[in-house]
Protein backbone atom coordinates (compact mmCIF):
# COMPACT_ATOMS: atom_id res chain seq x y z
CA UNK A 1 0.00 0.00 0.00
CA UNK A 2 1.11 3.92 -0.70
CA UNK A 3 0.98 6.26 1.90
CA UNK A 4 -2.55 7.91 1.79
CA UNK A 5 -3.45 11.22 -0.39
CA UNK A 6 -4.36 12.94 2.16
CA UNK A 7 -2.90 16.61 0.89
CA UNK A 8 -3.80 17.67 4.53
CA UNK A 9 -1.54 15.49 6.15
CA UNK A 10 0.56 16.21 8.65
CA UNK A 11 4.63 15.74 8.64
CA UNK A 12 5.74 12.64 11.10
CA UNK A 13 9.32 13.42 12.37
CA UNK A 14 10.86 10.63 14.47
CA UNK A 15 14.36 11.59 16.61
CA UNK A 16 16.49 8.73 16.96
CA UNK A 17 20.13 7.90 18.58
CA UNK A 18 21.80 6.21 21.28
CA UNK A 19 20.89 6.24 25.09
CA UNK A 20 23.08 9.48 25.90
CA UNK A 21 22.87 11.12 22.33
CA UNK A 22 21.06 14.16 24.07
CA UNK A 23 17.99 14.29 21.83
CA UNK A 24 15.44 13.96 24.57
CA UNK A 25 16.01 17.65 25.26
CA UNK A 26 15.70 18.70 21.94
CA UNK A 27 12.32 17.41 21.13
CA UNK A 28 10.49 19.84 23.37
CA UNK A 29 12.59 22.66 21.65
CA UNK A 30 11.77 21.64 18.05
CA UNK A 31 8.32 21.01 19.06
CA UNK A 32 7.59 24.29 20.20
CA UNK A 33 9.48 25.57 17.07
CA UNK A 34 6.76 23.95 14.41
CA UNK A 35 4.11 25.33 16.82
CA UNK A 36 5.63 29.02 16.12
CA UNK A 37 5.36 27.83 12.34
CA UNK A 38 1.34 27.57 13.09
CA UNK A 39 1.41 24.06 13.23
CA UNK A 40 -0.64 21.63 15.43
CA UNK A 41 2.00 19.50 17.46
CA UNK A 42 1.36 16.06 18.99
CA UNK A 43 5.25 15.28 20.68
CA UNK A 44 4.95 11.89 21.84
CA UNK A 45 7.56 9.13 22.61
CA UNK A 46 8.53 4.83 22.33
CA UNK A 47 7.77 2.60 23.93
CA UNK A 48 4.86 4.39 24.56
CA UNK A 49 2.44 7.46 24.23
CA UNK A 50 -0.78 5.69 24.96
CA UNK A 51 -2.03 4.23 28.41
CA UNK A 52 -0.98 0.49 27.10
CA UNK A 53 1.95 1.26 25.50
CA UNK A 54 3.32 3.54 28.83
CA UNK A 55 2.77 0.17 30.98
CA UNK A 56 4.95 -2.07 27.86
CA UNK A 57 7.34 1.13 28.46
CA UNK A 58 7.53 0.30 31.97
CA UNK A 59 8.14 -3.71 31.75
CA UNK A 60 10.38 -3.22 28.79
CA UNK A 61 12.77 -1.12 30.80
CA UNK A 62 12.79 -2.51 33.85
CA UNK A 63 11.43 -6.50 33.26
CA UNK A 64 14.36 -9.21 32.34
CA UNK A 65 12.69 -10.98 29.06
CA UNK A 66 13.36 -12.97 25.97
CA UNK A 67 14.91 -10.99 23.64
CA UNK A 68 12.13 -11.88 21.08
CA UNK A 69 9.71 -10.67 23.55
CA UNK A 70 11.33 -7.35 24.08
CA UNK A 71 10.79 -7.16 20.46
CA UNK A 72 7.55 -8.03 19.63
CA UNK A 73 6.43 -6.17 22.46
CA UNK A 74 8.17 -2.91 20.77
CA UNK A 75 5.99 -3.62 17.98
CA UNK A 76 3.04 -4.37 19.88
CA UNK A 77 3.01 -0.90 21.95
CA UNK A 78 4.02 0.69 18.15
CA UNK A 79 0.93 -0.83 16.89
CA UNK A 80 -1.29 0.57 19.44
CA UNK A 81 0.51 3.96 18.83
CA UNK A 82 -0.30 4.21 15.58
CA UNK A 83 -3.70 3.78 16.18
CA UNK A 84 -4.53 5.85 18.91
CA UNK A 85 -2.24 8.68 18.12
CA UNK A 86 0.13 9.10 15.47
CA UNK A 87 -2.35 7.82 12.43
CA UNK A 88 -4.94 10.41 13.75
CA UNK A 89 -3.13 12.87 14.02
CA UNK A 90 -1.44 12.60 10.88
CA UNK A 91 -5.23 12.72 9.09
CA UNK A 92 -6.36 15.88 11.40
CA UNK A 93 -3.37 17.58 9.60
CA UNK A 94 -1.43 17.59 13.23
CA UNK A 95 2.63 17.14 13.22
CA UNK A 96 3.64 13.97 15.13
CA UNK A 97 7.26 14.57 16.52
CA UNK A 98 7.88 11.16 17.77
CA UNK A 99 10.99 10.07 20.30
CA UNK A 100 12.02 6.83 18.73
CA UNK A 101 10.12 4.23 16.19
CA UNK A 102 10.91 1.41 14.08
CA UNK A 103 14.61 2.38 13.41
CA UNK A 104 14.95 2.00 17.24
CA UNK A 105 13.73 -1.68 17.28
CA UNK A 106 16.72 -2.46 14.01
CA UNK A 107 19.37 -0.55 15.87
CA UNK A 108 18.34 -1.89 19.38
CA UNK A 109 17.11 -4.94 18.82
CA UNK A 110 19.28 -5.81 15.59
CA UNK A 111 22.47 -4.36 15.97
CA UNK A 112 22.42 -4.21 19.84
CA UNK A 113 20.92 -7.30 20.49
CA UNK A 114 22.00 -9.15 17.57
CA UNK A 115 18.60 -10.64 16.23
CA UNK A 116 17.52 -11.09 12.55
CA UNK A 117 16.75 -7.93 11.12
CA UNK A 118 14.54 -9.76 8.44
CA UNK A 119 12.20 -10.35 11.12
CA UNK A 120 11.98 -6.99 11.63
CA UNK A 121 11.31 -5.89 7.78
CA UNK A 122 8.17 -8.47 8.32
CA UNK A 123 7.07 -6.61 11.37
CA UNK A 124 7.04 -3.23 9.92
CA UNK A 125 5.71 -4.38 6.93
CA UNK A 126 2.63 -5.55 9.22
CA UNK A 127 2.55 -2.61 11.31
CA UNK A 128 3.08 0.07 9.56
CA UNK A 129 3.80 -0.84 6.02
CA UNK A 130 1.97 2.04 4.55
CA UNK A 131 3.53 5.07 6.70
CA UNK A 132 7.19 5.86 7.26
CA UNK A 133 8.60 8.72 8.91
CA UNK A 134 8.77 11.81 6.64
CA UNK A 135 12.07 12.87 8.60
CA UNK A 136 14.31 11.36 10.90
CA UNK A 137 16.50 13.17 12.80
CA UNK A 138 20.16 10.99 13.62
CA UNK A 139 21.63 12.28 16.76
CA UNK A 140 25.31 10.23 16.65
CA UNK A 141 28.05 10.33 18.85
CA UNK A 142 30.52 7.66 19.97
CA UNK A 143 28.90 5.12 22.39
CA UNK A 144 32.04 5.71 25.21
CA UNK A 145 31.16 9.58 25.09
CA UNK A 146 26.96 9.03 25.23
CA UNK A 147 28.12 7.02 27.93
CA UNK A 148 30.00 9.08 30.26
CA UNK A 149 26.47 11.55 30.04
CA UNK A 150 24.53 8.71 30.90
CA UNK A 151 26.69 8.24 33.99
CA UNK A 152 26.85 11.36 35.17
CA UNK A 153 22.94 11.90 35.28
CA UNK A 154 22.06 11.02 38.97
CA UNK A 155 19.04 8.47 38.34
CA UNK A 156 18.65 4.57 38.02
CA UNK A 157 19.63 3.27 34.53
CA UNK A 158 16.86 1.25 33.15
CA UNK A 159 17.93 -1.92 31.11
CA UNK A 160 18.98 -0.11 28.21
CA UNK A 161 21.41 1.84 29.87
CA UNK A 162 23.22 -0.75 31.75
CA UNK A 163 24.22 -2.13 28.54
CA UNK A 164 27.89 -2.14 28.15
CA UNK A 165 29.37 -0.04 25.85
CA UNK A 166 30.31 -2.56 23.10
CA UNK A 167 26.49 -3.16 23.26
CA UNK A 168 25.51 0.89 22.17
CA UNK A 169 28.17 1.08 19.67
CA UNK A 170 26.58 -2.03 17.60
CA UNK A 171 23.21 0.33 18.24
CA UNK A 172 24.94 3.21 16.88
CA UNK A 173 26.65 1.72 13.58
CA UNK A 174 23.03 0.05 12.69
CA UNK A 175 21.60 3.40 13.25
CA UNK A 176 24.32 4.52 10.33
CA UNK A 177 23.26 1.61 8.79
CA UNK A 178 19.69 2.13 8.53
CA UNK A 179 20.52 6.25 7.36
CA UNK A 180 23.25 5.05 4.99
CA UNK A 181 19.74 3.03 3.66
CA UNK A 182 17.37 6.00 3.29
CA UNK A 183 19.22 8.95 3.12
CA UNK A 184 16.40 10.65 1.21
CA UNK A 185 14.36 10.30 5.26
CA UNK A 186 17.83 10.45 7.26
CA UNK A 187 19.34 13.43 8.12
CA UNK A 188 22.32 12.95 10.84
CA UNK A 189 24.03 15.71 13.23
CA UNK A 190 27.04 14.72 15.35
CA UNK A 191 25.66 15.21 18.78
CA UNK A 192 28.79 15.56 20.86
CA UNK A 193 28.91 19.22 20.15
CA UNK A 194 26.93 22.52 22.07
CA UNK A 195 23.65 21.81 22.47
CA UNK A 196 22.76 25.71 20.74
CA UNK A 197 24.00 24.14 17.79
CA UNK A 198 22.74 21.14 17.44
CA UNK A 199 18.90 22.86 18.43
CA UNK A 200 20.17 25.22 15.36
CA UNK A 201 20.64 22.26 13.18
CA UNK A 202 17.53 20.84 14.01
CA UNK A 203 15.50 23.83 13.34
CA UNK A 204 17.33 24.33 9.89
CA UNK A 205 16.61 20.47 9.38
CA UNK A 206 13.18 20.40 10.09
CA UNK A 207 12.42 24.02 7.94
CA UNK A 208 13.90 22.84 5.15
CA UNK A 209 12.45 19.25 4.50
CA UNK A 210 9.51 19.41 6.07
CA UNK A 211 8.19 23.62 6.05
P1 LIG B 1 14.57 6.61 25.56
O1 LIG B 1 14.13 7.46 24.44
O2 LIG B 1 16.05 6.50 25.73
O3 LIG B 1 13.92 7.11 26.92
P2 LIG B 1 14.60 8.06 28.03
O4 LIG B 1 15.11 9.27 27.29
O5 LIG B 1 13.48 8.35 28.98
O6 LIG B 1 15.71 7.26 28.65
O7 LIG B 1 13.91 5.15 25.25
C1 LIG B 1 13.90 4.09 26.12
C2 LIG B 1 14.73 2.91 25.66
O8 LIG B 1 14.00 2.03 24.80
C3 LIG B 1 16.02 3.24 24.93
O9 LIG B 1 17.09 2.75 25.70
C4 LIG B 1 15.95 2.47 23.65
C5 LIG B 1 14.89 1.44 23.86
N1 LIG B 1 14.15 1.06 22.63
C6 LIG B 1 14.45 -0.13 22.01
O10 LIG B 1 15.33 -0.88 22.46
N2 LIG B 1 13.74 -0.49 20.89
C7 LIG B 1 12.74 0.28 20.39
O11 LIG B 1 12.11 -0.08 19.37
C8 LIG B 1 12.45 1.52 21.05
C9 LIG B 1 11.35 2.40 20.52
C10 LIG B 1 13.18 1.88 22.17
Not at 5 to 27: C, P, Q, V, W, Y
Not at 48 to 72: F, I, N, Q, V, Y
Not at 158 to 163: G, K, N, S, V
Request: contains cysteine.
Amino acid sequence: MSQPENKLRGKFITFEGIDGAGKSSHIAAAAAFVRDQGRTVVATREPGGTPLGEKLRELLLHEAMHLETEALLMFAARREHLAQVIEPALERGDWVICDRFSDATYAYQSGGRGLDREKFAQLEQWVHGHLQPDLTLLFDLPSAVAGLRITAQARDRDRFEQERVDFHERVRLAYLERAAAAPHRFAVVDADQAAELVQKWVEHTILTNCL
